[in-house]
């Protein structure tokens, strides 16, 4: 293999979006929320994405995430068009690929912290977790040990502080071995020294996993700590 053709593979990105449009209906007419979004997420970056309410980060987010479909425009994460993918090939790569964190927990009520995290693996064989011969709430207690939560494995959310349920969160979205975590203001609903917690863990978990990450935050000390920050506003994005 040419020394070229190494360079180009060790730079290749992450993810890449081209010309990413999205349009809503709302009555009679045509709401563009963002359109000719280009721009390219490098492997092991942490990218910040900031702007104000119902300018379409989550939109956005969720598009990376294959959650939901652009207008128009293309993402590719590595060579593989995502708009190319049928709704049950989404739905694996979610699963194998990407690990998600949302503003509130969504944590099973019912269930323990334990099973809440092991969640992923007992519903679906396709994770790509590393450690395939561990069973899954003895991968969950591994995890909540990483999160900090050894002990509080069976508690159910409700006996859980808003800090631990989302640190609980962040070990079932990172169980299955993901390489990319999307978080959409992990850290919105908490107090101050538990949203400095979750964005510290967020962060060290992101370097010792070697996770590309993007999060989407109105938290702007949090955001210049990433590697990156973009700011959408009226439709476009710019490079804080």
């Excluded at 128009?72 to 995502?82: C, H, L, N, Q, Y």
């Excluded at 999160?147 to 409700?158: C, K, N, S």
Aim: glycine content about 8%; charged content about 25%.
């Amino acid at each position: 293999m040419s020394s070229s053709l190494i360079n180009t593979v060790a730079i290749a990105p992450r993810m890449r979006v081209v010309n990413l449009k999205k349009i809503f209906r709302s009555g009679a007419n045509d709401l563009v929320l963002f359109e000719n979004l280009t721009f390219e997420i490098a492997h092991g970056e942490m990218l910040a994405i900031v702007g104000e309410s119902g300018c379409g980060k989550s939109t956005l987010l969720h598009i990376l995430g294959a959650l939901d479909r652009p207008t128009s425009g293309d993402v590719f994460f590595g060579e593989t068009r995502m708009q190319s993918l049928s709704e049950e090939a989404a739905a694996d790569f979610r699963a194998r690929e990407l690990g998600y964190v949302w503003q509130f927990h969504y944590l099973l009520p019912e269930f323990s912290a334990l099973e809440n995290v092991a969640m992923p693996l007992l519903m679906s064989a396709s994770g790509s977790r590393k450690d395939a011969k561990k069973a899954p709430l003895e991968l969950a207690a591994d995890w909540l040990k990483e999160v900090g939560l050894a002990d509080r494995g069976h508690h159910r959310p409700g006996e859980l502080s808003g800090g631990e349920q989302q640190r609980v969160a962040l070990a079932r979205a990172l169980i299955a071995g993901p390489k990319v975590l999307l978080a959409d203001e992990p850290t919105g609903d908490l107090d101050g020294k538990s949203a400095q917690m979750v964005f510290e863990l967020i962060s060290r978990l992101h370097r010792e996993r070697s996770l590309t990450s993007v999060i989407v935050t109105h938290n702007m000390e949090f955001a210049q700590r990433c590697t990156r920050v973009l700011r959408l506003a009226g439709g476009k994005l710019a490079t804080v």
